[in-house]
């Protein structure tokens, strides 16, 4: 498998294990959180998450032109290490104190939107650094390194899903600490020659918005790569509010009450998604780019919208609620199966239809649009929750799949 020739090459073998540890830390973290949330706030938990979306707007905004200037490889391991600590503040503090307050969640939520926002473009525009004699291996290291995020998300909930019953939700938190540090020192092992000193961009100080306004115009420039940054807000926010604000709160209203068992039923719901996340990875990054990229990527947008209706669906079946469960995780399931036809191929078009200068920036307004969307949806949908269920949430969300890939199929696939 091309995976394995991959993971031989020593720089893409130390890249990966790094960013392994951290993806795995990072959805026992995220699901941790969201319950936790959850639990305290009910569904003004979705105001947890827009902070984490309004800070990494906010970096981006103010400080994405400036991190163009830094060495990509101390970028990524100072944002490794700044996550690091903040997590064992907070989980000091949470021994000490017990139930963590707002104010502590939103702390960790902050630094950690802040890292991910530094540490995502500049690992975008190392990637192509890495195998520059070997082009032909970008779409196979794209979905090698999409395939980690996969991975984590079945191996993170799958954890949780074991141990949720026996672990406190705070040493899920712990693990992630550990996660970045290790993480960081992987960074560090890379070779020096695999990262320049300085990425192909101008010095020149520019205002905070011209990076963003100069990838937004580089990606509208192929017009398949313009419609796709432009309705990512849209799946985006719809994705973030169906899995971790809508799904556990149907499974605290209707599955189980309880906070330790229902933690592991969550769990087990985003490790369905994981499960079939990385089935439809290695289907995808074992064969090369299609003709028409745009067939897949929409055929992969229908299905995750399809298998959140079927999630809807199955939570409001009049059928035992045994069956209901089981119906909700396989929906997971099929949803998640979506995810890499369209991620893998947006990624490689990308780097390869971009000069190489333009690919940070293209990346960066990229992470903004979803984190629009994530910011407007998490913001919206608690002021919803008096007038729509949970399961009224799914529905909105299955149907702007749909929507989104009806447009897009008209327009590029057919």
């Not at 939520?109 to 190392?126: C, N, R």
């Not at 984590?152 to 949720?164: K, M, T, V």
């Not at 919208?305 to 939570?315: E, N, P, Q, V, Y």
């Amino acid at each position: 498998m091309q995976f394995i020739t991959l993971l031989r090459r020593r720089s893409i073998g130390l890249l990966w294990s790094g960013l392994a540890l951290s993806a795995i830390g990072d959805q026992l973290y995220t699901v941790a959180l969201s319950w936790i949330a959850v639990d305290i706030f009910g569904p003004a938990a979705g105001y947890i998450a827009a902070v984490k979306s309004a800070i990494i707007l906010a970096v981006l905004f103010l400080g994405g032109a400036m991190s163009d200037r830094w060495d990509r490889r101390r970028t990524m391991i100072g944002a490794d290490l700044c996550r690091c600590a903040v997590l064992v503040l907070v989980v000091l503090f949470w021994m000490i104190e017990g139930q963590p307050d707002a104010w502590v969640l939103a702390l960790a939520v902050a630094v950690l939107a802040t890292g991910e926002a530094l540490f995502l473009p500049a690992l975008q525009t190392i990637l192509p650094q890495l195998i520059a004699n070997e082009p032909s291996l970008l779409a196979g290291t794209n979905a090698l390194l999409d395939a980690t995020n996969r991975l984590a998300r079945l191996l993170g909930p799958g954890l949780i899903a074991l141990a949720g019953a026996i672990i406190a939700p705070i040493h899920f938190f712990t693990a992630n600490a550990l996660s970045f540090l290790l993480s960081a020192a992987a960074i560090m092992a890379l070779p020096l020659s695999s990262t320049p000193v300085a990425p192909p961009v101008s010095q020149q100080k520019k205002h905070p918005l011209a990076s963003l306004s100069y990838g937004y115009r580089a990606m509208h420039r192929q017009p398949l790569l313009g419609f796709l940054l432009d309705s990512n807000a849209f799946i985006g926010g719809a994705w973030y509010v169906a899995f971790f604000l809508a799904v556990p709160l149907i499974i605290s209203s209707q599955f189980d009450a309880s906070l330790t068992t229902g933690f592991g039923l969550y769990g087990l719901v985003i490790a369905a998604f994981g499960v079939s996340n990385l089935i439809a990875n290695l289907v995808v990054g074992n064969r090369p780019m299609p003709e028409h990229p745009a067939r897949m990527i929409y055929l992969g947008v229908c299905t995750t919208g399809t298998g959140i209706l079927l999630m809807a669906l199955a939570a409001a079946a009049p059928i035992p609620v045994h069956w209901r469960l089981v119906g909700f995780v396989i929906a997971s399931g099929v949803s998640g199966f979506g995810g890499p036809f369209k991620d893998v191929a947006f990624a490689t078009l990308r780097q390869t239809l971009l000069p190489s200068a333009d690919i940070a920036p293209a990346t960066r307004i990229y992470i903004v649009t979803s984190h629009v969307g994530m910011l407007v949806g998490m913001l919206v949908a608690p002021m919803m929750s008096s007038r729509v269920s949970p399961v009224d949430l799914l529905l909105i969300c299955g149907g702007t799949y749909l929507a989104v890939t009806i447009i897009g199929w008209l327009r590029f696939a057919r």
